[in-house]
């Protein structure tokens, strides 16, 4: 892999809490390597504004091998960038070329409220799973694993599903600023396994009425979702999502 | 102070049963009234927290991250171990406990090692109850695969993403736990110290992360769940955000810290390329079940791998230790690839890395499929095009993660690795019942000492962590809980408080008003340097007299020219950062000090003054049979106080590889 360097103008969304209005701030960073990652790229940027004597940009991450869930920026007008099946933090300054002008905004959602910069406030989310997003099993009740054998491709399935890493970028892309991909995500991997079997209904019903209560949008199938997640869960799961939500409608007397 | 392990009486398989016939109880009522605060949430934290909540306790749970959800615990890409036999291959509670002590090197605590083996089992049922889709046959039952050189078959394991789904598993109970009001989740908080009371634990001193407040908790006990420090080495495979914050100011407050500089350093991550590098990535040891590792005879031979003929190519696992070949424990093959790279073999742009390479494993895997279709004269092409596939299935994630990071593909060129630091096995100092040396304050998971010894083996981080959370503490806590349902919840406006809250603040000030000219960023970087030349692989009496002495003058200079910008009462991450770095720098300076008495090279520590005629590690018993549990006197003023380990069951021998 050839290695080069590169100048870049970066134009950064810059807010300073939740209440105050924000800007896109310009800045520019040199002799950016080819083989930095994206958020190594804002840690040279952050060093330089602290020594410059300003205050260095906001932004959420941590695990940065792109698992955690935690990274979080809209670059270019996408979410997490420029790659496909890719988080931010393991987005590549060779990605890019010299001169070029990069724009980074936070997640673009009402239902994520800026924190500072280019940090959200995601607890939406955890809510949604709170509603519902679990197995009901105390700790010291569980008979053998092996008791319960598992379809093969069930299991595999469930195990796509429960690969959501829950960053949000579904949700920070879709025009409606819907979180069916995300929810549909958890409850398929319950609905697919025969653990889950006995709260089935009411979990699709709970879950689905905090995502509304959460100001969620709707889904209309653009499948911005699908294309701009970093672990590229399936929108079959939001079919998968409609189909339990239908009949556990019926089901269910009210 | 009092200093006792608790091991219980009785025969080894036996004292944790016999031990959880005669624990005291607490009855539901007042187990309402009790309350227990969680610091952190990954596996241990959330496995602990969410138990907790179930049995009744009142929970308060901590975490700096914005959610839950985000413990590094979910980096985790290999397995957890079981004694499940389920291979039928052997296995049993025994062999677990036996590989786990011998593993350790001859230093985890037998009793502490046997009940982890004992509760494995359970830890595999209750995350399949919780909906953890773990790896399965096309019969429907759990796929094993081996691990880490050990002779069974007892790691699951969830592809390469086995830590994400057990934290999901217990962050669902955790959040159930939440919105059954059990337990209260504070995200994006820091704890920045413990308050005592008289002599016990009865709370925290918390920072809002988002609006800079401090925070005073009240807790009948604390539980610090707040994972490992490898982060001290700047560069390390942990998460960004972790630390030894919340360990270190329970070690200030009189808790003893077990073993410091037992750290492992992991053999095959992505090695570093430049000096902007924040962080290191593993290649799950997996990899090394069917990649041979290299380099080149010749020193600076800058031609490119592929160029370089088989019989040019020196592989010196195989080489040196023809038994294990690449398969030798994490240590050894660590070890062995810095002497090579030491002495001028290593490759690539910094020749500080190696070739793990695939060649063989496809053209092997490609005969095997070209066979099943009675293809027996297919050409050299084919054969590599179907072992592609099969290495594909076996670690598709793995070499994709490392395409995105290098822009190499490595299925056609071997990768290029080098060891990081990924774990500590050294940690809190805590007896049988994880209770620290200070009443009411436990520390559960990678944050404690007790399970590893001098090196972890591969898979058993994830089963320590669940067997804390879900099966240890929710026994032991009662323990000590039985005793202290007089004490009704102590108000925050207790004078404890404010007088640990003003501690807290006043150092956030002096931090604040530096107004130096370095960065806390430069700070850090230069102590993992330290950390990494003089504590890192190999040590020597010299240099780490030195390290202690570059560490303490650039303790000095911190204090006295670091700069922090922004504000104390608003979000400040680099303020949070700073918190944590000058927590680094004196916890730098201690695992200098341990490593130092430590005069013997066992496990994760290589002491040079300690080897065999050909190089390899000599451990010693008579002298170095200890836990070294370190007391907190004052301003680099440490005390060792030695806890001498008895082996009932597992003799030590010296481990040999070759």
């Given at each position: 892999?050839e290695?080069?360097?590169?100048?870049?103008?970066l134009?950064v969304?810059?807010?300073?809490?939740?209440?105050?209005?924000?800007?896109?701030?310009?800045?520019?960073?040199?002799?950016?390597?080819?083989?930095?990652?994206?958020l190594?790229m804002?840690?040279?940027?952050?060093?330089q504004?602290?020594?410059?004597?300003?205050?260095?940009?906001?932004?959420?991450?941590?695990?940065r091998e792109?698992i955690?869930?935690?990274?979080?920026?809209?670059?270019?007008?996408?979410?997490?960038?420029?790659?496909?099946?890719?988080?931010?933090?393991?987005?590549?300054?060779?990605?890019?070329?010299?001169g070029?002008?990069?724009?980074?905004?936070?997640?673009r959602?009402?239902?994520?409220?800026?924190?500072?910069?280019?940090?959200?406030?995601?607890?939406?989310?955890?809510?949604?799973?709170?509603?519902g997003?679990f197995i009901?099993?105390?700790?010291?009740?569980?008979?053998?694993?092996?008791?319960?054998p598992?379809?093969?491709?069930?299991?595999d399935?469930?195990?796509?599903?429960?690969?959501?890493i829950?960053?949000?970028?579904?949700?920070?892309?879709?025009?409606?600023i819907?979180a069916?991909?995300?929810?549909?995500?958890?409850?398929?991997?319950l609905?697919?396994?025969?653990q889950?079997?006995?709260?089935?209904?009411?979990?699709?019903?709970?879950?689905?009425?905090?995502?509304?209560?959460?100001?969620?949008?709707?889904?209309?199938?653009?499948?911005a979702?699908?294309?701009?997640?970093?672990?590229?869960?399936?929108?079959?799961?939001?079919?998968?999502?409609?189909?339990?939500?239908?009949?556990?409608?019926?089901?269910?007397?009210? | 102070?009092?200093?006792?392990?608790?091991?219980?009486?009785?025969?080894?398989?036996?004292?944790?049963?016999?031990?959880?016939?005669?624990?005291?109880?607490?009855?539901?009522?007042?187990?309402?009234?009790?309350?227990?605060?969680v610091?952190?949430?990954?596996?241990?934290?959330?496995?602990?927290?969410?138990?907790?909540?179930?049995?009744?306790?009142?929970?308060?749970?901590?975490?700096?991250?914005?959610?839950?959800?985000?413990?590094?615990?979910?980096?985790?890409?290999?397995?957890?171990?079981?004694?499940k036999?389920?291979?039928?291959?052997?296995?049993?509670?025994?062999?677990l406990?036996?590989?786990?002590?011998?593993?350790?090197d001859?230093?985890?605590?037998?009793?502490?090692?046997?009940?982890?083996?004992?509760?494995?089992?359970?830890?595999?049922?209750?995350?399949?109850?919780?909906?953890v889709?773990?790896a399965?046959?096309?019969?429907g039952?759990?796929?094993?695969?081996?691990?880490?050189?050990t002779?069974?078959?007892?790691?699951?394991?969830a592809a390469g993403?086995?830590?994400?789904?057990l934290?999901?598993?217990?962050?669902?109970?955790?959040?159930?736990?939440?919105a059954?009001g059990?337990?209260?989740?504070?995200?994006?908080?820091?704890?920045?110290?413990?308050?005592?009371i008289?002599?016990?634990?009865r709370?925290?001193?918390?920072?809002?992360?988002?609006?800079?407040?401090?925070?005073?908790?009240?807790?009948?006990?604390v539980?610090?769940?707040?994972?490992?420090?490898?982060?001290?080495?700047?560069?390390?495979?942990?998460?960004?955000?972790?630390?030894?914050?919340?360990?270190w100011k329970?070690?200030?407050?009189?808790?003893?810290?077990?073993n410091?500089?037992?750290?492992?350093?992991?053999?095959?991550?992505?090695?570093?390329?430049?000096?902007?590098?924040?962080?290191?990535?593993?290649?799950?040891?997996?990899?090394?079940?069917?990649?041979?590792?290299?380099?080149?005879?010749?020193?600076?031979?800058?031609?490119k791998?592929?160029?370089?003929?088989e019989?040019?190519?020196?592989?010196?696992?195989?080489?040196?230790?023809p038994?294990?070949?690449?398969?030798?424990?994490?240590?050894?093959?660590?070890?062995?690839?810095?002497?090579?790279?030491?002495?001028?073999?290593g490759?690539?742009?910094?020749?500080l890395a190696?070739?793990?390479?695939?060649?063989d494993?496809?053209v092997r895997?490609?005969?095997?499929e070209?066979?099943?279709?009675?293809?027996?004269?297919?050409?050299e092409?084919?054969?590599?095009?179907?072992?592609?596939?099969?290495?594909?299935?076996?670690?598709?994630?793995l070499?994709?993660?490392?395409?995105k990071i290098?822009?190499?593909?490595?299925?056609?060129?071997?990768?290029?690795?080098?060891?990081?630091?990924?774990?500590?096995?050294?940690?809190?100092?805590?007896?049988y019942?994880?209770?620290?040396?200070?009443k009411?304050?436990?520390?559960?998971?990678?944050?404690?000492?007790?399970?590893h010894?001098?090196?972890?083996?591969g898979?058993?981080?994830?089963?320590?962590?669940?067997a804390?959370?879900?099966?240890?503490i929710?026994?032991?806590?009662?323990?000590?809980l039985a005793?202290?349902?007089r004490t009704?919840?102590?108000?925050?406006?207790?004078?404890?408080?404010?007088?640990?809250?003003?501690?807290?603040?006043?150092?956030?000030?002096?931090?604040?008003?530096?107004?130096?000219?370095?960065?806390?960023?430069?700070?850090?970087?230069?102590?993992g340097?330290?950390?990494w030349?003089?504590?890192?692989?190999?040590?020597?009496?010299?240099?780490?007299?030195?390290?202690?002495?570059?560490?303490?003058?650039?303790?000095?200079e911190f204090?006295?020219?670091?700069?922090i910008?922004?504000?104390?009462n608003?979000?400040?991450?680099?303020?949070?950062?700073?918190?944590?770095?000058?927590?680094?720098?004196?916890?730098?300076?201690l695992?200098?000090?341990?490593?130092?008495?430590?005069n013997e090279s066992?496990?994760?520590?290589?002491?040079e003054?300690?080897?065999t005629?050909?190089?390899?590690?000599?451990?010693?018993?008579?002298?170095?049979?200890?836990?070294s549990?370190?007391?907190?006197?004052?301003?680099?003023?440490?005390k060792?106080?030695?806890?001498?380990?008895?082996?009932?069951?597992v003799?030590?021998?010296?481990?040999?590889?070759?």
């Open positions: 892999m290695h080069y360097n590169m100048n870049l103008t134009k969304w810059r807010q300073k809490n939740n209440q105050a209005a924000g800007s896109l701030e310009t800045y520019q960073v040199k002799d950016i390597s080819s083989e930095m990652s994206f190594e804002f840690d040279v940027l952050n060093e504004l602290i020594v410059a004597g300003d205050e260095p940009i906001a932004f959420d991450h941590d695990c792109g955690c869930g935690m990274c979080s920026m809209h670059i270019n007008g996408r979410a997490h960038g420029p790659w496909t099946n890719n988080t931010t933090c393991q987005l590549h300054m060779r990605a890019f070329k010299d070029d002008t990069i724009v980074v905004e936070p997640w959602s009402k239902a994520f409220p800026v924190v500072k910069d280019l940090m959200v406030d995601r607890s939406a989310f955890d809510r949604v799973i709170q509603a997003g009901s099993v105390n700790t010291g009740n569980a008979v053998d694993a092996n008791c319960l598992i379809d093969k491709k069930d299991a399935d469930a195990f796509m599903a429960a690969s959501c829950g960053c949000g970028a579904c949700v920070a892309t879709c025009v409606n819907s069916m991909l995300f929810v549909s995500a958890k409850v398929s991997q609905a697919l396994l025969p889950g079997a006995p709260e089935r209904e009411s979990r699709v019903l709970n879950m689905v009425a905090q995502m509304d209560k959460e100001n969620f949008g709707n889904c209309t199938n653009t499948y979702c699908e294309a701009e997640c970093p672990k590229g869960i399936s929108v079959a799961n939001i079919a998968r999502m409609n189909k339990e939500y239908l009949h556990a409608g019926i089901n269910t007397e009210s | 102070m009092a200093f006792d392990s608790k091991i219980p009486n009785g025969e080894m398989n036996e004292k944790w049963n016999d031990y959880k016939g005669h624990v005291k109880l607490v009855n539901p009522a007042n187990k309402r009234k009790l309350e227990v605060i610091v952190g949430t990954g596996l241990a934290g959330a496995s602990a927290a969410a138990s907790l909540g179930e049995m009744g306790y009142k929970v308060k749970a901590f975490c700096f991250q914005d959610s839950p959800r985000r413990a590094h615990s979910i980096a985790a890409q290999g397995g957890i171990n079981a004694a036999n389920y291979q039928n291959d052997g296995d049993s509670v025994f062999r406990f036996y590989d786990t002590v011998k593993g350790g001859y230093r985890a605590r037998e009793a502490n090692v046997h009940r982890l083996a004992e509760v494995s089992t359970s830890i595999i049922d209750h995350c399949v109850a919780q909906g889709p773990f399965r046959e096309y019969g039952l759990l796929s094993n695969r081996s691990f880490g050189g002779q069974v078959q007892r790691t699951f394991y993403q086995t830590g994400q789904q934290l999901l598993g217990a962050y669902s109970a955790l959040e159930r736990q939440i059954l059990n337990v209260t989740m504070y995200a994006r908080h820091e704890m920045l110290d413990v308050v005592m008289e002599d016990k634990a709370g925290i001193i918390a920072r809002n992360l988002v609006t800079g407040e401090l925070e005073k908790h009240f807790g009948h006990a539980l610090l769940c707040t994972g490992g420090y490898g982060n001290v080495f700047y560069l390390s495979t942990n998460a960004m955000g972790s630390n030894v914050t919340a360990a329970a070690h200030k407050k009189g808790a003893f810290f077990g410091p500089c037992f750290t492992q350093i992991h053999p095959t991550c992505i090695p570093v390329s430049g000096d902007y590098q924040s962080k290191l990535t593993l290649m799950s040891e997996s990899l090394r079940n069917d990649g041979r590792i290299w380099v080149p005879k010749k020193k600076e031979d800058n031609r791998a592929v160029d370089i003929p019989e040019e190519r020196d592989y010196y696992l195989e080489r040196r230790y038994a294990f070949g690449n398969l030798v424990p994490r240590d050894v093959a660590s070890r062995a690839a810095k002497e090579r790279c030491d002495e001028g073999y490759v690539g742009t910094t020749k190696v070739y793990l390479d695939f060649a494993a496809i895997y490609g005969k095997i070209a066979g099943k279709m009675g293809d027996h004269t297919a050409s092409a084919t054969l590599i095009q179907l072992g592609k596939d099969v290495v594909k299935e076996k670690y598709g994630n070499f994709a993660m490392y395409e290098t822009g190499e593909n490595p299925y056609d060129m071997p990768m290029r690795i080098y060891p990081a630091v990924h774990y500590v096995m050294g940690g809190l100092w805590v007896d019942e994880l209770q620290t040396t200070v009411g304050l436990y520390a559960l998971g990678e944050a404690n000492f007790s399970d010894g001098a090196n972890r083996l898979a058993s981080a994830l089963m320590q962590g669940l804390d959370g879900y099966f240890v929710p026994y032991t806590l009662g323990n000590y005793d202290e349902i009704a919840s102590i108000s925050t406006d207790h004078p404890a408080f404010a007088e640990t809250q003003k501690a807290v603040s006043d150092r956030i000030n002096t931090l604040m008003n530096i107004k130096g000219k370095q960065t806390v960023e430069s700070f850090h970087k230069r102590l340097l330290i950390m030349d003089k504590c890192g692989m190999a040590r020597n009496e010299k240099g780490l007299t030195e390290a202690i002495a570059d560490i303490q003058a650039l303790k000095k204090w006295s020219d670091v700069r910008p922004g504000e104390i608003s979000m400040n991450p680099e303020l949070d950062k700073a918190g944590r770095v000058a927590d680094f720098i004196e916890l730098g300076e695992m200098c000090k341990d490593a130092l008495v430590r066992c496990g994760g520590h290589f002491r003054e300690s080897q005629e050909d190089g390899e590690a000599k451990r010693d018993d008579e002298n170095f049979s200890f836990v549990a370190w007391e907190y006197m004052g301003e680099s003023d440490w060792l106080n030695k806890e001498e380990l008895n082996f009932e069951i003799k030590p021998s010296q481990r040999s590889y070759k």
